[in-house]
């Protein structure tokens, strides 16, 4: 159902029978082969039809081809250390504009004028996009295949530039083709089928994508808005397919509550930041009556801190110490029985917020849903208590959920103060949690 | 009328009464200090937008402020030495993919993150190209911008990739905006107006061109083809506004007698030898009946090289010697003198056979277009007298034209044969009238 | 989810709280009022806007108002009897020219002219198709409705003339506003989802539908069309979702096995024989292999005729008798028990075939299918045996099913001579079935 | 050049060596018999290529058989006097639905059915339109035809209702096919040529026009605006070539200085009305700024008027009677002696001003083009002296012009007092030139 249609064309090409006795090695081979041919003076002319049979040939190699498959492109394609040596000490000598061109050929692997030909294939760019996809998930046990990965990175973020990106509306006009993929990519909030679907298309929703003109029905990363009265603080009545339908145009607040990236292929080429954006920039001519673009985000990554730093109370808030905390939340009803879950929601607000703001990685922000925000110059705006009742939402985040708010004026002095100096922007009732619950910078992580 | 209309937009947004005092060299600062802005951390939020200021600021620069701005772009965006001798340092030690990819890196210039960077801005791509295109127009006269040259060459080798071009007809349906560079662009057979392009667009006319999604109005290449009943001979009556229509399905044969690059900033990309094949693919769908596909192509470089080697007949033909032979050709009116035409036929048919097979400058065939097709793999059929007697088609080459013919089935074996020992795939017809003149290698370049 | 959108929004944009003393009578009474103002002067300046006025009344009208509205309707835009006897006595005295063109203005209604004038409103047409439907459905209790039926008839088969109508290939491709529809539509064999619907737009499947420019979201028709090997014989292996996918090159086989009118508010305009003629013409031009088309049909009135006519057979087949026969198929699991299944398949396969060859109704072949395809020009080709074993087809037909072809040489000598003769076209299995069961024309109806 | 497209395929098909004995007559009643067949069974079930084939025979006619053609047009198609006679007979009995259904449908002639079913024919419907253009030129001679005319024109009029029709921009981004019709048809102000027209579609200029779906290709009507900073008062500087665009969101003032009806087989079917008033609409989302909507119309009867009527003077204005008058405008060069115009224009805009709001033909304007605007509820703003200098603008009303202007809430009340009292809205400024000439209605028609 995902996969790029042009793969089960070329697959339904190739002759099924596959001879069994030959050896994934030989038919990866015979891939490079063709490779190899068309990066010969053939290849010049031929360019097109060659690249095409290549692309069939590699998409028709069996699941045990592809480490194969990949070792050959690793080793076959780099430049050559030799004439790295002679270029690099001519410039060492002489930093001419002349000498550093040469150098810079020099050090291109071949690798990259191959895969500038196989995209003249028609249909070519989705098949390069999937060989990055399935380099990429074998790429820590393979480490040699770095080299081919930082080539294609550098083709893929030339060719995926903003530039020639589309945003395009997404609603119940669209294909179906296209509205197949979203339910398959969301990665957020499951799509229960076309019905949930078309309630989330509906006329106080709004969902954008961009879109490349080399994968015109496959989305690259598409963001769900619901325009709303309030700044919601829970994901379960939004994502009610029976939720009554209010008039788009009475509507004073965007909420921003999926933003999904399709391509594993593309990894390291953002396009988050862009998206929201543009989004924020064209609800706002469509709507001129919106006052507030929010998220509602989750916090992914707080249960799992929590467990594991079991982080040391100055002042234990509410008496609790970690362990008996944790304890508690063992108990998977803890939510339905209100004493408990009355005593459990300011300890765990306090540190959810704690978390957020102050635990670190890297002298960033631990959270990486937070990092995505406050690094689009975003401001943390409101904790929200049991605000994903989902299995997931529970799990990671005890149901806890953060607004963060894009306030477009504001959004490049954050950006940089947080850049520059690693400074959070977050509410005063986010930094008063934090602040209650008793922890020092010194006692977690 | 040929500008992109994104620049006049941004001319007009540009506040109009520049301060005359401000010199050339203070505005172009001005526009590399909004391009290392756009490289730094404001530009990574605010990419876009500052993009389009950026763009805007080069557009609004004077005529003699190109030359200071380029040379800014020369000289603060090259990669640092010594991060190059450091990396080349390590590569040498270990050549590791880490240490390969951290060399490439450390070769890029800074320059390439800025051109995708100013890519960003909406309908940034076309004023890149047409900022190489004035680059290039100076380039001979600044070697030092080889290396910006270089890097946007890089970039625009990427994204204008076959595979992100779209073959379009050119027709009467086609936008006016369109139609109109045409008759701007066209090289090789001006077009002299609407009435003159809407022959050339008629039913037994075909005109294909490329297009690239990120200059919708603007094509990269164009040929036009004229369907006919046997290969054209002379040109002149192609270009007759007056020619009565043939029914195109009546046509065995297609005459290729134009192809024109229309972006000096593409210079280098090659588009022809990919159009033409596509197509005469094209052609042969819609008209199975067509049987040749045949060029009908000028001669530029004929007339300069006989005056230049002036060559050595070892057996004069016809009783000329070469002084004599050029001094007739002063006559103006040579053509229209019955005799003398009838006596120079001969001789200069000869002369221009043995040029087109003989001639070479680096081994290669000395004349351009010569080389273009029997690099595309075309074969060179037949020799046209007074094909071409326009003043132009008399001056370059006597008004000779030759007719290359596509043979989709041989054209690999061409192509290879002439890279590989560059081999001229001629008829018996051109090589017979060679031979005639008694001129060997050794007599001429 | 079926209504069009446009009375959607009007019920939406029409104050809600209605007053709930206000009669049905005055409501209507409010709409027939615009309607004039429509017609007048006032009209001639505003139309488009009054029209809209008009009909967003009309869309706000409760149920209980409809017959009230479509009275007036009836009553207050008929032509004026007086004008009319005037126009014909002239007409009777000099039939010339002038005084024929002053009859048919006379008694032309001035509904016309208001129908006209509505379709002004920017998405007005599905509305008056709209209600068309409403006023069909009540028709029969409501003959004085007649004359206005017989107005919008009129003007609906000028407008939805088959040179205005767009033949559109349906696929995976196709905006789900409109895949929708055909779940909703599709009347002979229910499409039950998303997963249902994909499979019958797959590689091997072809959908087409006739499409109106003034209801561009809304098919008036469509067809679905199975690509096989060999004349199918039974429709629940061609509805299985999980059937395996043919490659379409290879089929030699066209099944059309369900064709669905959409739109109730057209019925008398009829797009039926033009959709056929016009698909069987598409899929020569895409698969020039196929060599046979057919249907693959129900028989809706075998049962209800066998219970109602009770047919006296002269010889009987298989010593069986009506009641007997009628009694066995009382058991609902008669198709199960494989006795008395194949006791059964020769006296019912030869009554049907009787039925369909034989049973008249004023002179026409009794089943409504029979008479659509036979009158198309198709050949009644072959009866299927357990073709449709839903519930509907074993209560309809005992699940007996038919092949019509479509033999484009021979669709027009057929349609002739059923026309002129009734002349049934029938291949000659059929006809020896329909003999084998000893029944002579009088002895039924 | 202007011949719809599909006549051209048809008369090359069609073929060409046509028997010259063969006559006129015979080829006409060719053409009757396809109509027949097509109104037959047999035109039921091969509807469009029957259809088709009649169209192209039709269109083969030589000029001289299109009045044999249109005289059996009138004669074979029209409805049976008879059962006129019995359905009126029957009416007249009894008023019922039924009885006014039989005697609609027995008054309308079989030619309807004739049209509806030829339209059935791809490309039908602009060569009906066709054949009512040509019928249209020569009905005074032939008023048989009447019958013949107010089919098509019923027919017509359904099908060109305003609900079909878009509106479309027409700027230099519309397909030349487009353009050169407007070049063609341009009625008012003639288009010189592309250069003319590119600058009527520059950024200071709107352009718009109704299509039909069935003549994509072709515009019914368009209207020409320019965007201006006050009311123009002349025409020559808005047709200037020259002329400095303005950027038009500085505009306040839109002047819409000519509108062409294109399609003479439409007569009778106005659209002007509705183009207007719908591009008033676009103007004002466009450009809100825009404050006067306006018109710089010619006086197409103005000097007819004076000639024919040679009105007496009360009071003579300047000392001049109607005989000096005229023959001081005999003089060529009239306007540019400065002292004879200075005098002549007191004289001529006052009796202009006269004629323009007294002189009436049937109780209403007798100025077609102060009719058609004052119908549409504009109002008569600004007489403008020497605005139109073409030779035909002296000729026709010594060059003056007027400024309709369009005020949309004003629209619909001038609409009504002009139809139901032939009131004149007219300013002040024209009103008191009226009021000055000193003529009485009496003295003048």
Known sequence: MSEPSFLKTLLRRVV??????????????????????????????SGAALASEALAAYAALPENALAPFLNLLADEFSPAPAEIATAAANYELDHSAANLIALQQ???????????????APGGTPVLVDIRRRLLR???????????????EHLLTAWFNRGFLHLKRIDWNTPAIILEKLIHYEAVH???GWTDLRRRLAADRRCFAFFHPALPEDPLIFIEVALTNRVSDAVQPLLDPNLVELSPTRADCAIFYSITNCQEGLRGISFGNLLIKQVVFELNREFPRLRTFATLSPVPGFMSWLVETQPQFDTLPQGLDATT??????????RDKADLAARLKPVLMSLCAWYLTKAR????????VARFHLGNGARMERLNWLADTSKRGLRNSAGIMVNYVYHLDDVERNHQAFVAEHRVAASHQITKLARGCGLSRASAK
């Open 106 to 120: 020099a050090v291109e692997s071949p690798r990259q004028e191959l895969i500038r030909r196989l995209n003249m």
């Open 138 to 152: 074998n790429l820590k046990s393979n480490p040699h295949w770095l080299a081919v990965d930082a080539d294609f």
């Open 16 to 45: 099924q029978p596959v001879d069994k006795q030959r050896s994934a090695a030989r038919q990866a081979r015979n891939v490079i082969t063709l490779f190899h041919a068309l990066l010969s003076e053939r290849g010049e002319v």
């Open 325 to 334: 905390l944790l304890k508690s939340l063992h108990d998977p009803d803890w």
């Open 190 to 192: 499951e799509i229960a």
């Open 361 to 368: 990685k890297n002298d960033e922000p631990r959270d990486a």
